[in-house]
């Protein structure tokens, strides 16, 4: 029942790429492809960003990519820009006994 | 467009039992599963459980005790009801609209436990 793992913090330069890693386990983001992203501006909701692992929702810049390896999934953002400073969370379906859906710790991106 | 509206008491006593109904507007809340999701001050986000339009539920382990959820499709809402309250569940409550992946969400409410 543990939260998926993120590092804390990422940053990086306008124009650069930044990667945040999301680590599970084999009973959640090793097992399935069930893995999404989210957007948080500080006093916001979450905004979905990546679903089912690579998938883009409509409106979403072409700039944020998902992928996964193992149990590690990943958030890819090219192009870094201004606006895409915010927490960003992960988050899985679990296939425990009683599944159930897990988050990651969060990993704040700060735009340089 | 869809818009989730989450409604109920910003303040709760110890030991006390929340309730919270989320209206939900431009979608029909049928066919679909709906979340509560919930995020303490400065902390990351939780999921509570999801209700399906037929009644199904599934709750997080950990809260599963403590937690109902109910529609009520003739209205366009669901609830979230959670008893027993304690300072460790003061959060921002948030509504959604799926399971697995949350395209929708509300806007948020912060629920403080204290006497």
């Known amino acids: 029942q543990s939260a998926l793992t993120q590092p804390a913090s990422v940053s990086g330069s306008p124009g650069q790429s930044v990667t945040i890693s999301c680590t599970g386990t084999?009973?959640?983001?090793?097992?399935?492809?069930?893995v999404s992203w989210y957007q948080q501006h500080p006093g916001k909701a979450p905004k979905l960003m990546i679903y089912?692992?690579?998938n883009r929702p409509s409106g979403v810049s072409n700039r944020f990519s998902g992928s996964k390896s193992g149990n590690t999934a990943s958030l890819t953002i090219s192009g870094l820009q201004a606006e895409d400073e915010a927490d960003y969370y992960c988050?899985?379906?679990?296939?425990?006994?009683?599944?159930?859906?897990?988050f990651g710790t969060g990993t704040e991106v700060t735009v340089l | 467009q869809v818009q989730l509206q989450e409604s109920g008491p910003g303040l709760v006593k110890p030991s006390e039992t929340l309730s919270l109904t989320c209206t939900v507007s431009?979608?029909?809340?049928?066919?679909?599963?709906w979340s509560w999701i919930r995020q303490p001050p400065g902390k990351g986000l939780e999921w509570i459980g999801y209700?399906?339009?037929?009644?199904?539920?599934n709750y997080h382990p950990s809260l599963r005790s403590r937690v109902t959820m109910s529609i009520d499709t003739s209205k366009s809402q669901f609830s979230l009801r959670l008893t027993s309250m304690t300072a460790a569940d003061t959060a921002v409550y948030y509504c959604?609209?799926?399971?697995?992946?949350?395209?929708?969400w509300g806007q948020g409410t912060l629920v403080t436990v204290s006497s």
């Open positions: 959604a609209k799926g399971a697995g992946w949350w395209g929708y």
């Open positions: 431009g979608a029909s809340i049928s066919n679909d599963y």
């Open positions: 209700i399906y339009y037929s009644g199904r539920t």
């Open positions: 084999s009973n959640d983001v090793g097992a399935n492809d069930y």
């Open positions: 089912d692992v690579t």
């Open positions: 988050s899985s379906y679990t296939t425990n006994s009683n599944p159930f859906y897990v």
